[in-house]
């Protein structure tokens, strides 16, 4: 494995993003989430962490090819006072170029415990079929 390729396999923490437009946080302060991707013969999953996110405060939009997660994030922390914190708030964004395999009027989301699982079916046209011989 090349330099290059150990590089973009490292696990990196919270990235900030510039981010214009849109409610900002308290912070005013954008992160890039984490993802997983898998794909099988019927469709690619993404999985985006997002923590603090709710389904009221998730955004995804899909025009012109892109796919883009917005997630606002609400900072007030009620009746606690916050001793301790290991990551910082603030709002995610992430933008996916979806090829023409994708079929995005089926594309389905959940959000479940700050994770975000998307599953993107492949259109009919590029899925694997058996050619049966005459």
Not at 39 to 59: F, H, K, M, S
Not at 105 to 132: C, F, M, S, W, Y
């Amino acid at each position: 494995m090349t330099e290059k390729e150990k590089k973009e396999l490292e696990v990196s923490n919270k990235q900030e993003v510039e981010k214009t437009g849109g409610e900002l946080t308290r912070e005013g302060v954008w992160f890039v989430p984490s993802v997983d991707i898998v794909e099988n013969q019927e469709a690619i999953t993404l999985y985006a962490d997002l923590p603090g996110a709710t389904r009221e405060n998730v955004d995804i939009d899909v025009r012109e090819g892109v796919l883009t997660l917005t997630a606002t994030i609400d900072p007030e922390e009620k009746n606690r006072e916050v001793v301790y914190r290991e990551y910082d708030i603030g709002g995610y964004s992430r933008r996916f170029t979806l090829s023409e395999r994708i079929d995005p009027d089926k594309i389905n989301a959940q959000l479940d415990n700050g994770v975000l699982t998307l599953v993107l079916p492949k259109a009919e046209a590029h899925k694997p079929r058996k050619v049966e011989i005459k």
